[in-house]
Antibody, heavy 123, light 107 residues
């Protein structure tokens, strides 16, 4: 079955960096665009970034542009989120998620989600 | 950027009720639009995509409609397991955005 397992979350000081990973299994990872979505404690969902199936196209939310970098290693079936210059407002559960659109067509919707990993930015 | 405004933000209803929530976009968008359900402590679950297509495995009491700037999600007969928070999302252009959510609670 499709499985997405995030790791790398934890407590980090403001201004520091953290890299999240998402291990994918149960499907052909290289055939799908992948997203990161986050949710601050008690708040709604916030889309963070998306990467195309081949890694050639990446798009970001304004709130993280220039600080976060999404990437993937299709040989390892793994998605990454490099987070630099972290701020208190980046504190959230970060979800790795699969878009069900079939490349090279457009994004369609997020049909599979990981369980999330908590990032806490605090001094 | 396209903003999505969900209404109401909170809804109290009874089992068996028919409920409808709305998501309004700040500008017209295509049907690259989805609805998700989220229960406390869990990841969201896809209900509807392409504005009105039911995701496989989702009960038929859920339906979506709309186009342009107004989209709706209807639950025809609310079941105990439907009490949750519902989010809309557009995938029309970057950046993608979610609505603020509608929380459905038991009356």
């Amino acid at each position: 079955q499709v499985q997405l397992v995030e790791s790398g979350g934890g407590v980090v000081q403001p201004g520091r960096s953290l890299r999240l990973s998402c291990a994918a299994s149960g499907f052909t990872f290289s055939n799908y665009a992948m997203h990161w979505v986050r949710q601050a404690p008690g708040k709604g969902l916030e889309w963070v970034a998306v990467i195309s199936y081949d890694g050639n196209n990446k798009y970001y939310a304004d709130s993280v542009k220039g600080r976060f970098t999404i990437s993937r290693d299709n040989s390892k079936n793994t998605l990454y989120l490099q987070m630099n210059s972290l701020r208190a407002e980046d504190t959230a559960v970060y979800y790795c998620a699969r878009d069900q659109g079939i490349p090279p067509g457009p994004l369609v919707s997020i049909d599979c989600w990981g369980q999330g990993t908590l990032v806490t930015v605090s001094s | 950027d396209i903003q999505l405004t969900q209404s109401p933000s909170f809804l109290s209803a009874s089992v068996g009720d028919s409920v409808t929530f709305t998501c309004r976009a700040s500008q017209g968008i295509s049907n690259y639009f989805a609805w998700y359900q989220q229960k406390p402590g869990k990841a969201p679950k896809l209900l509807i995509y392409a504005a009105s297509t039911l995701q496989s495995g989702v009960p038929s009491r859920f339906s979506g409609s709309g186009s342009g700037t107004e989209f709706t999600l209807t639950i025809s007969s609310l079941q105990p397991e439907d009490f949750a928070t519902y989010y809309c999302q557009h995938l029309n252009s970057y950046p993608l955005t979610f609505g603020g959510g509608t929380k459905v609670e038991i009356k």
